[in-house]
């Protein structure tokens, strides 16, 4: 399986942006983003199971982002709004294989991630 990120920009604090991610060869699936900004260590954005009837959010983007799944079962997409400068970092996509939702270890698969950008 392989993902592709995509959606990312420059954006002025207070925007939004829709990332999208496609798994090549996957059925519906569940899925994690999580973030990288420079110097720092990969954070736990947001995950949805495979139904996509539950969804995980870090306290820091609770209100503000959303996780979904598309129309097609292979898509997730990430909904940010107000965005804020401490929002800046590649954002990457992963499958779920075991263990805690908000543990980055427990997803597999990351595909290249997109470059988030907010000015403030």
């Known amino acids: 399986v392989q993902l592709q990120a995509s959606g990312g920009g420059l954006v002025q604090a207070g925007g939004s942006l829709r990332l999208s991610c496609v798994a090549s060869?996957?059925?519906?699936?569940?899925g994690a983003w999580i973030r990288q900004a420079p110097g720092k260590e990969p954070m736990f954005v947001a995950a949805?199971?495979?139904?996509?009837?539950?969804?995980y959010y870090a306290d820091s983007v609770k209100g503000r982002f959303t996780i979904h799944r598309g129309s097609a079962k292979n898509t997730l997409y990430l909904q940010m709004n107000s965005l804020e400068p401490e929002d800046t970092a590649v954002y990457s996509c992963?499958?779920?294989?075991?263990?805690?939702?908000?543990?980055?270890?427990?997803?597999?698969?990351w595909g290249q991630g997109t470059q988030v950008t907010v000015s403030s």
């Open positions: 992963g499958i779920y294989k075991d263990g805690s939702v908000y543990y980055i270890g427990s997803y597999e698969d």
């Open positions: 060869g996957s059925s519906p699936y569940a």
């Open positions: 949805i199971n495979y139904r996509g009837d539950r969804k």
